[in-house]
């Protein structure tokens, strides 16, 4: 027997094992051979590679119908990741990470530049993702994180110098408050040459990875926790109907943003400016967070997502 008209054999075994169903004992007829050797010309199949065979766990039809339904409604590339039994706030929010980090290293190539919108979710991927060098890797932070008592700025620069080591990157630092206090002084700063040059290198970027805020998430926002906003702050988003921000700029319920208040007097990277970044990553997880996600999703901020289950599926049931 040649070896072409083995593998035909090879093959036929298979197809008829796997595809139809047919016992080793009809097969053993077919070829007017023993049991044994249809068991053995089905491992020969296998390792000529004309059989792979994949397992799917019992989850894998529930969260890949979550992600169609969510790419087909919102036109995104979506990665829905399974709830585990017993998983609390806290460990969805860890394994989300992990895995959007998986898919941020992904994007990464040669002569990158990589903006990040500090915060909670953020932060827990960044100290998850795999050390490799990336060759002419630049880093640039997509909003200020200066607040009232100057602490800030210390956060964020430990968590960028973090992903500078892992990826051998340079970074850009965006040493201005996350919100001014008056929206005078934003424009005024952003005439000076030093943060002219920080927004260029914005422009600049070709993936972008965020994540998205909300008022009251199970595992807290940074912005809303450690004293960036005020209790006025807070009554004027609210009387402006905004539900929760992207890099730090807030958003209503239908996507709109530019004529909220609070985002004159803001340094973040506003939707229409993430728009123009070809790969933009948005991580996110917590059901209190479905709301200022469908938000984002509809301001076009994304081109993938990952979420996780429980909160994937929150996001369909809002109404």
Known sequence: MTRESRLEALFTAARMYYEEGQTMEAIAGRFAVSRSTVSRMLRDAREAELVQITLRPPDVQRVEELSRRISRQYGVQVHVVPAAPGDDERARLHTVARTGGELLDEMLEPGTTLGIAWGTTMAELLSTVRSRPVPGMRI????????????????????????????????????????????????????????????????????????????????????????????????????????????????????????????????????????????????????????????????????????????????????
Not at 205 to 218: K, R
Not at 246 to 260: E, K
Not at 261 to 284: C, K, Q
Request: net charge positive; proline share 3%.
């Open 140 to 319: 640039v932070q997509l909003n200020g994180a200066i607040n009232v008592e100057g602490s800030g700025l210390t956060y964020i620069a430990t968590v960028l110098a973090r992903a500078a080591t892992r990826w051998d990157a340079t970074v850009h630092q965006f040493p201005v408050p996350a919100f001014f206090d008056y929206a005078g002084t934003r424009e005024a700063m952003w005439r000076e040459r030093s943060v002219q040059r920080v927004l260029a290198t914005q422009r600049e970027a070709t993936v972008a990875v965020f994540s998205v805020g909300a008022f009251d998430a199970e595992v807290p926002s940074h912005v809303y926790t450690h004293n960036y906003l005020t209790g006025e702050d807070l009554r004027s988003l609210r009387a402006d109907g905004a539900v929760g921000d992207v890099c730090t700029v807030f958003l209503r319920a239908d996507g709109t943003f530019r004529d909220i208040t609070m985002n004159r007097r803001g340094s973040g990277t506003g939707p229409d400016r993430l728009a123009r970044i070809p790969r933009r990553l948005l991580v996110a997880s917590g059901s209190r967070k479905a709301l200022p996600l469908r938000a984002a999703l509809r301001a076009g901020v994304a081109t993938d997502l990952v979420v996780d289950e429980i909160t994937a599926a929150s996001l369909l049931a809002l109404r």
